[in-house]
């Protein structure tokens, strides 16, 4: 059982992430967890000046991915994701591709798009 511990210890992270922000808890911009990001021509060009932080969500985003999929495969909660996004929106170094979303009659989400979506982090 002790063993099962240790080998849990070594998966965790070493830097918390949320110091990451700041303590931030809220992004600027207003992201979706479907919203797609890509990298910029400025990101790409300093890619390799990039903090440990940001040079990651460069890499990942040179192949436009969901905030839902930053946040996976980095392995941080969505909530860092969206600021160190938007962070990066701010600097000039990711490009947020803002999506018309659908509405149903009554005004809300289609149940078919929030299929989509879970079915996308379902993948992940």
């Known amino acids: 059982m002790a063993d099962d ?3 849990d210890a070594d998966d965790l992270p070493l830097v918390r992430p949320y110091s ?12 979706a967890i479907e919203t797609l990001v890509s990298t910029s021509d400025l990101g790409r060009a ?12 460069a890499e990942l ?11 996976a495969l980095m392995r941080i ?6 600021v160190l996004v938007s962070d990066m929106v701010g600097m000039g170094l990711v490009v947020v591709h803002q ?22 982090l379902h993948r992940l």
Not at 20 to 31: H, I, K, Q
Not at 61 to 71: F, K, P, T, W, Y
Not at 77 to 82: D, I, K, M, S, W
């Open 99 to 120: 999506q018309q979303v659908e509405t149903d009659a009554a005004g809300g989400v289609p149940l078919a798009l929030m299929q989509r979506v879970l079915a996308g």
């Open 61 to 71: 985003c040179a192949q436009s991915r969901s905030v839902a999929e930053i946040a």
């Open 5 to 7: 511990f240790e080998d």
């Open 20 to 31: 990451r922000t700041g303590g931030r808890t809220r992004s600027t911009l207003d992201l």
């Open 77 to 82: 909660p969505l909530g860092v994701a969206r």
């Open 46 to 57: 300093r890619s390799n000046q990039l903090d440990g932080t940001h040079q990651p969500i």
